[in-house]
DNA sequence: ACACTCGCCGGAAACGTTTACAAGACAGGG
DNA sequence: CCCTGTCTTGTAAACGTTTCCGGCGAGTGT
């Protein structure tokens, strides 16, 4: 049977039978010597310099074909131009490389069927695992997460009841975290400018201002809600409107980017921050530190999580009998220059 | 040999023979039907059912290995913190997207070793072709490149005679326009925040920047220059030291991030920008928009450098044959508030 | 009634690897 | 001299798909 062609069309890339050809062992043999098991010096000799004549690279997909695993893991996230990701991905790529696994990263940019596309697709044992962050979760997500064939853990919110590895961050008390600050320094005009009301963030951050705002007592007052969506430039746009309409003694803005716009448009406007107006964003991205003043942030802890994620993935992949686990990282906030208190004046 | 176990180990996962078993039908009927090609009403019938039942999710790797490709597109660059690379990213994902690829990306993080370990990794036919755009390259690149049996296009300085598909930038020209234009405008003492000097990039900028001097009309010196790395912090305090010792009228830093560090810098030292100090970054990335003056920054074309090299690589997927192509996109120069002309003063 | 086409079907090969198993070679100990 | 154990090797099965190919039944035209 070994009448096969030896020679194939010339150009067509080597396999490891052409190798063992070339050697002139069984492919068993040269597959031993090439997973370096095994092996008479001789034949050890014999194949090695056959794979390197004709340039032998393994096809690492016939070899997880066969091992059934692939050694990778993926990170699905909305938007990868949010700084508060590449912290994630960092923490994640970290916890997966000492693990022998390599990360890959798929920008789903928010479309839901995007998303879900990518877990039918990549999911379809392209990698071994995969940590989802949406910012939405519909139905469609819930029902392809129960299909996936690899363990999926989820990022955010996530119904109680579904059955799925879970990390999620406390944007509840992190917003109390912000505007207790505002508040206890004194700020009683609080705004808020918070991302899209339809996600997960968007829709929780909400409802925790108001309780904030209860909380600290101060009256809840629609003029000093404006609402954008998660992105820079919207943000600064939703500020504006904000700042055309009312005037706030702080912004609490619902993560960093928007925070950045606020802040544009106050420094554009003429106010001083903090004296003027206080600023307060979320996440705690390097763009917080980046901007001038510093932007005081709330951290939800993204590398925490990730790491979390990761470590719950990578414990799932051992032992898949596992019980779905849930973790929840505690927020802390970064007081930077922008909400510094109002009695001080900034000195440097 | 249909006596093999039709039951596995129940909870394994279904593969087209559960499907067909359960159907009643062979595998080669179960498989057109699932993938939509003939069969008649019965059969179809009979067939969804019973991949519904059984929860049926086709393996991509098997899929993969008999169609020997992939569908899966990946892009490596060194730090997926760079806002530049995110622009690239999205530029190539939307041309992948349109030809049916997916794109997946990996950040490895400056480390040579991590690119050659990827190139030897992910490029063994995990996905179909890759892009490439490292910040030194070696000769460990070079070698990895020759025996990758998936194309490679490389965005970045190639040396000329190697027969890759690549994409570059014109760093020259791109920091010409930042001098003349800052030259023109009146400044006599640009002072130059550079990246690692030991980078393709941070070597082509130092010496564009001397020819640049050279064609204004400025003379050169050596207390005008710092060094740091492309990134926010070290760039900071390069633009620190620089201030520190000197005063000039205008910073031309190497990236964006470099220049959001020195407009730190400035400001922190009550210095006015533009009035006192102008300031111009480079790759005009959203950073330049978010900061408070605006930067003004040279773009390299990152997006169009992206788009380019998704269709080298796509076009060469059809025709492995094509003669390595070489492509260079011509810079632009954003003028924002950070440099503009003395004499006006800002108003808004 | 016969030859022909046409659509559907199942068997089997193929993609490129790893690995279980058995067989052969050889040495050492009794 | 034989038995046993170790080391190496080759054959073949397996991973889960897709697809080539030959067969078969039904329909059509003469």
Redesign the pocket.
């Given at each position: 049977?070994t009448r096969k062609r030896l020679q194939k069309s010339a150009d067509a890339?080597a396999?490891?039978?052409t190798v063992a050809a070339l050697a002139g062992?069984?492919?068993?043999?040269a597959?031993?010597v090439?997973?370096g098991i095994?092996?008479?010096a001789?034949?050890v000799q014999r194949v090695r310099e056959a794979a390197a004549r004709v340039g032998y690279v393994?096809?690492a997909i016939?070899?997880s074909?066969?091992?059934?695993r692939t050694g990778l893991l993926a990170l699905a996230v909305a938007d990868i131009g949010n700084p508060v990701y590449v912290e994630m991905m960092r923490a994640i790529e970290e916890v997966a490389k000492r693990a022998d696994y390599q990360l890959l990263v798929h920008a789903t940019g928010a479309d839901p069927e995007g998303e879900t596309a990518l877990l039918e697709g990549l999911a379809r044992r392209y990698v071994d695992g995969m940590i989802l962050s949406p910012l939405r979760i519909g139905d469609g997500h819930l029902t392809a997460l129960r299909r996936s064939p690899v363990p999926v853990t989820v990022v955010g919110q996530l119904p109680d009841e579904a059955p799925f590895d879970n990390v999620r961050a406390d944007s509840h008390t992190g917003v109390l975290l912000a505007v207790e600050h505002l508040a206890t320094t004194g700020r009683k005009r609080i705004a808020f400018v918070n991302g899209a009301p339809d996600t997960l963030p968007g829709a929780a951050r909400m409802t925790a201002y108001r309780a904030a705002l209860a909380g600290v007592g101060l009256p809840y007052d629609e003029e000093l809600i404006e609402i954008g969506d998660f992105q820079y430039a919207q943000g600064r746009a939703a500020a504006a409107r904000l700042l055309a309409r009312t005037r706030p003694d702080a912004i609490f803005c619902a993560n960093d980017l928007i925070a950045a716009g606020a802040l544009h448009e106050l420094l554009a406007g003429g106010l001083r921050v903090p004296q003027d107006v206080a600023l307060v964003g979320m996440d705690d991205t390097a763009l917080a530190e980046m901007s001038f003043p510093q932007i005081s942030s709330v951290s939800l802890g993204a590398a925490e999580r990730g790491r979390l994620a990761a470590n719950l993935l990578l414990s799932r992949l051992e032992d898949p009998q596992l019980a779905p686990r849930r973790e929840t990282v505690a927020p802390t906030l970064t007081v930077r220059a922008s909400s510094e208190a109002r009695q001080e004046e900034r000195h440097r």
């Open positions: 049977m890339p396999t490891v039978r062992v069984s492919i068993a043999s597959s031993r090439l997973n095994g092996g008479s001789e034949t393994p096809n016939a070899r074909l066969q091992a059934r």
